[in-house]
């Protein structure tokens, strides 16, 4: 009770060691005084003196904050040797966590953790589930090959536990015992086989993976669980949803035949106009039965493509694309736009497999066209692959709409993806015929584009165009010839000097001007365009040798001299195959018709086309290569397999499946009616809803005595069997819980046992629950009977229900606090602000009308941040905008305005290395592509300053250069305004007096008397909060510091002679006296 109170009520009770690390904590100054390693040390010194203190309350508080670390990413392996001592603690929550540190470090800390190998094994008898699945999972988890017999037997034994939680651990130490030690291959594939046969939801899904990992090859272990593990993979976990989903495609592909032949056929054959429907489908029912167990599996996972899980709807719908006939397929496209709402990552992955789909079958996505358009708030990758789809979907009937579409893309600032359209629009034009020329005009009014990249890539695409029918566009190679002079892009220089070196004989009056500009600037030329050059000198000399004789021979020697040896050889080649001596070979006569022989127009291709021989969904796909550990889909067999190897005893048969089937049949008009009675029940009263989960938790423990038994029942009437083991179970239950009673007597006493089956019950329940959350048929059944069963022994159990819920343990899945829910639910009486304030300061009695408020509206000002001439025409200057921060809510919030004072590009504007004090963290503004010349920019920054006006100091980088620069902020800068009422300002005032509180006398100029003239210049120099007063002759002002939320209480008390007491409040010493500073002299001024 002790233990498990204190678990829940940390909180409010704290105890010593609490306060022990929030003194070590709060040892951290802002200003870097005290070194961040001595403190550290200091607090782990702590934690070890509470993991060696003789109270349970000081270790379980001690074992939170360590796990706490854990979680936050921080390294705790020093600890190991203090956390172990604590392995064979009496104390079940301390025994759970540190179990759970254990599984962490184990591996890490191997000869450590051997030492205390006895005490896992006596756990693995533990009477508590959770604890005998921590021991099995520390033992899997010390990867040391002397112990692989004592994992083997702990398996062998675990795989028989009465737990499914148990079983589920055992599944998965089966995977961590194989790559320790392949050679116990054997003897895993029989616990393998052993666990395949559990009915369990919990366990299916963890031992198919193991059965992936170990022996994916050994189909013969799932014939005889095939249609088992299709009718429970509804209640699955979603994880193992999709390993399963994953591992029965495979079967399918090699049990079934393929349902593809005839759905082919008969697609060639639609637009028979004279063959009626009926003749279809007769025809089809001669040549091709489905075999009922291929049927099982593709209607058992149709509920699945409404998942919440967006792998497990990915997973549904590559087995409806690898097994289901290609008439059904198309029932998938709907759920996989739907994941198009997701995030980036998940879009990316569902787009990637799209496009894939896409290019065999169009018909399944173009009903959603739309869906696939470009937002401007997409990332590159995202547009790029909605690009390609678009081009896939592209048709006659829709291209004049993907076209005007496209025009709206090319016009993007985002260079990659204007580039990717244009590629797109080359790709249109060449799949569909009758828009060619009007593409091929559009891309030519690119060329006058203003953007380098856009007129690059239109060069390049028109290039690959042009090579499709050449004759009919002189005019266009004579202007791609004129933009020679602006191009610089290496790419589009290189095709437009190829595109007139094939057709130099159709322009003999421009090539030849053209050569002779290229050898002016062959030496500054990239080698791309070097070699096109070369190309088009040897073109000129074999078809127009007057005019180009001298000036090929003139390239040719430079390109001798060359750096790059390619072009050295390929000047070398053309010498000897173009200009005639005595050395040349046989093959002179023919070198006119090597270089200007008839080349192949270009095949503009989908770069997903090759990927389909990939399983959908899967990695190697995703990458277009394969990957370690992936599966290939074998092809359909001719024949199939005998279909008797998945049939299974009729005596089963019987028990199990026709119950089942009658619970389907009767289920679905309850299923509605009986959820909204629930809700209709909880709505009443909470109270209600709270006896209701006592009397649950009390029934199950009564029932069955042991956590084993409560999880498999909940998890086997959530399944889609669960009429069928009703009979079963409870003579299971029945021995259990005798076997149960007698472990516990044997134990510390009766109380001790209630507690550990009580919290066992819960967590299995708990996680059972989570297991069968997806929309089964039966699982109304279950809720409606659990219903009657609770309301009937709810008086029987109204006694027991408060230590029932009071002894949840920490671990356990199920971590709601019945007792505490009426006290946290807030009224609808009170503002969500309010109740922020009311949660953060609850230990300032007048915190609940203290809020953050917005900023009295001054002029801003600006800060130089870099100077033109220091940032090389790049000037940025720096404000603070008084609002608070986006990026955290400690960090002041700066914005920065960055001009490009030059007439060129600036790219790559960033942060670069940054030096801090300690403590003091900084936000940067994502990377600025590009500033246009004369452009500016703003962009906002976090700096979390820790209260002090030290200098945030770091650098501005450019792809260029990098520039030193400094902010250093006005202490008015790291205030928030807050409201206060005149009484609630008082109050805190009263609280902060003596050493809290500076004041001066200063002498104000009679202009300056007025109430407003005052609050203009206080707001100036400070980020303050107007305080209403009821005296003329008093000004109060508050607000808080941004970084640790002290009050700063201002007050301005006009005298009798133009003089005037300037008081400030607060517990932030330094920053008060710094801000008397400031405004002495503002409000002295005239």
């Known amino acids: 009770m002790t233990s498990n109170s204190f678990a829940y009520n940390e909180h409010s009770g704290g105890g010593e060691a609490t306060e022990l690390g929030q003194e070590a904590t709060s040892t951290i100054s802002p200003s870097g005084a005290f070194g961040l390693f001595s403190s550290d040390l200091k607090k782990n010194e702590d934690l070890k003196q509470m993991l060696e203190s003789n109270k349970d309350s000081a270790k379980l508080d001690a074992m939170k904050r360590i796990v706490g670390m854990i ?3 921080r390294n705790a392996s020093e600890l190991f040797p203090a956390v ?13 966590l540190v179990y ?12 450590l953790a051997l030492l205390s190998i006895s005490t896992f094994q006596r756990a693995l008898k533990d009477p508590n589930q959770l604890i005998r699945a921590s021991a099995l999972r520390v033992l899997s988890s010390i990867r040391v090959p002397i112990i692989v017999p004592i994992m083997m037997l702990a398996i062998k034994e675990a795989s028989a536990d009465l737990s499914p939680y148990v079983r589920k651990n055992a599944a998965h130490a089966i995977q961590k015992l194989y790559s320790l030690d392949p050679e116990q291959k054997e003897m895993l594939i029989e616990v393998i086989e052993k666990l395949l046969k559990d009915k369990s939801t919990l366990v299916a899904g963890s031992v198919v993976m193991a059965f992936e990992e170990v022996c994916p090859d050994r189909i013969d272990l799932i014939h005889k669980n095939y249609r088992k593990l299709c009718n429970l993979l509804v209640d699955v976990e979603e994880w193992g949803q999709v390993v399963i989903i994953h591992m029965l495609t495979r079967y399918a592909r090699t049990q079934f035949v393929s349902p593809w032949k005839e759905d082919g056929g008969l697609e060639d054959n639609e637009k028979n106009f004279y063959e009626s429907d009926d003749e279809k489908t007769d025809k089809r029912r001669k040549t091709y039965a489905m075999d009922p167990d291929h049927r099982l599996l593709i209607r058992n996972t149709k509920p699945l493509l409404q998942s919440r899980n967006a792998a497990v709807v990915m997973a549904v719908a590559q087995l409806y694309w690898h097994i289901a006939p290609k008439s059904e397929a198309g029932i998938i496209s709907k759920s996989l736009v739907r994941l198009l709402r997701s995030n980036r990552e998940v879009q990316y992955v569902v787009l990637q497999n799209i496009a894939t789909m896409s290019i065999q079958r169009k018909g399944m996505f173009e009903p959603y066209l739309k869906s696939f358009y470009v937002r401007s708030t997409d990332p590159t990758m995202i547009k790029t692959l909605k690009l390609e789809i678009l081009t896939n979907l592209a048709n006659e009937a829709n291209i004049s709409t993907l076209l005007r579409e496209f025009q709206t893309y090319v016009k993007s600032q985002d260079k990659q993806f204007a580039a990717a359209t244009i590629q797109t629009i080359g790709r249109c034009a060449t799949n569909i015929l009758e828009v060619t020329d009007t593409c091929l005009n559009g891309l030519v009014c690119l060329l006058s584009n203003k953007d380098e990249i856009v007129v690059a890539e239109s060069v390049v695409v028109i290039k690959k165009l042009l090579q499709m029918q050449p004759a009919q566009h002189g005019e266009i190679i004579k202007h791609m010839a004129k933009l020679l002079d602006s191009i610089t892009v290496p790419v589009a220089r290189a095709s437009i000097l190829w595109l007139i070196g094939e057709n130099c004989e159709r322009v003999p009056k421009i090539a030849p ?16 365009v070097k070699l096109q050059i070369l190309n088009l000198g040897a073109k000129l000399y074999l078809t127009n040798s007057k005019q180009t004789k001298l000036l090929t021979q003139y390239i040719l020697n430079l390109g001798k001299y060359d750096q790059n040896y390619d072009i050295r050889d390929r000047t070398r080649f053309i010498r000897q195959l173009i200009v005639p001596n ?27 086309k090759d990927r389909d ?22 092809d359909w067999p001719e024949v199939a397999p005998d279909p008797s190897v998945r049939n299974v005893e009729v005596i089963e048969l019987a028990k199990e499946r026709i119950p089942s089937g009658k619970a389907k049949k009767e289920n679905p008009p309850k299923k509605f009616y009986s959820e909204s009675e629930e809700e209709e029940d909880s709505s009443d009263s909470s109270s209600d809803s709270e006896s209701e989960s006592g009397s649950e938790s009390g029934e199950q423990v009564e029932e069955g005595g042991s956590s084993d038994d409560s999880s498999e029942d909940s998890s086997s009437d959530s399944g889609s069997d669960s009429g069928s083991e009703s009979g079963v179970e409870d003579k299971r239950a029945a021995k259990r819980d005798s076997k149960t009673k007698e472990r516990g007597d044997a134990e510390d006493g009766k109380k001790e046992n209630e507690k550990s089956e009580t919290s066992d019950s819960s967590s299995a329940e708990s996680s059972s629950i989570e297991d069968s959350s997806s929309e089964s048929e039966s699982e109304s059944d279950s809720e409606s009977k659990s219903r009657k069963v609770t309301k009937e022994r709810e008086k029987k159990t109204k006694q027991d229900r408060n230590p029932v819920t009071k002894d949840v343990s920490l671990l356990d899945l199920d971590d709601f606090n019945p007792v505490s829910a009426p006290v946290v639910r807030p009224t609808p009486a009170l503002s969500p602000s309010l109740i922020a304030d009311l949660e953060g300061l609850n230990l300032s009695t007048s915190s609940s009308v203290i809020s953050v408020s917005t900023p009295v509206s ?6 130089v941040l870099l100077h033109r001439m220091s940032g090389r025409g790049l000037a940025a200057h720096h404000s603070f905008s008084r609002q608070p921060c986006i990026f955290g809510a400690k960090m002041v919030s700066v914005q920065i305005t960055l001009n490009n004072t030059t007439d060129r590009k600036i790219e790559n504007i960033h942060i670069g290395g940054k030096k801090l004090p300690i403590g003091m963290e900084v936000h940067v503004f994502n990377p600025i592509e590009s500033l246009e010349p004369e452009g500016s920019i703003t962009v906002s920054m976090g700096i979390d300053f820790c209260d002090s006006t030290q200098t945030a100091s770091f650098q501005l980088c450019t792809k260029d250069d990098c520039f030193n620069v400094n902010i250093q902020p006005p202490v008015g800068e790291l205030l928030l305004p807050v409201t206060m009422s005149e009484k609630d300002f008082k109050k805190e005032q009263g609280m902060l007096t003596g050493m809290n509180e500076t004041s001066a006398i200063i002498t104000i100029a009679p202009q300056n008397f007025t109430s407003s003239v005052i609050l203009q210049k206080v707001v100036n120099v400070a980020n303050v909060g107007v305080v209403p007063s009821g005296q003329d002759n008093i000004h109060r002002f508050a607000a808080k510091t941004v970084h640790s939320g002290s009050l700063m209480l201002v007050t301005v008390e006009l005298k009798e002679g133009s003089t005037a007491q300037l008081i400030i409040n607060t517990e932030k010493t330094v920053i008060g006296s710094v801000l008397l500073r400031e405004l002495k002299p503002v409000l002295s001024q005239g």
């Open 71 to 73: 979680a936050k990413g």
């Open 84 to 96: 172990v001592k604590n392995v064979a603690s009496k104390n079940i929550e301390i025994k759970k």
């Open 100 to 111: 759970v540190y254990l599984v962490r470090y184990a591996e890490e800390q191997q000869d």
């Open 513 to 528: 001007d053209v050569l002779r500009k290229m050898a002016k600037s062959f030496t500054s030329e990239d080698d791309l």
């Open 582 to 608: 005595e050395k040349s070979g046989a093959l002179s006569k023919y070198a006119k018709k090597i270089f200007l022989a008839q080349k192949p127009a270009p095949v503009l291709e989908s770069p997903f």
């Open 613 to 634: 021989h990939f399983q959908l969904g899967t990695l190697s796909h995703i990458l277009n290569t394969k990957a370690t550990g992936y599966l290939e889909l074998s």
């Open 858 to 863: 001054v002029p801003m000002k600006t800060y």
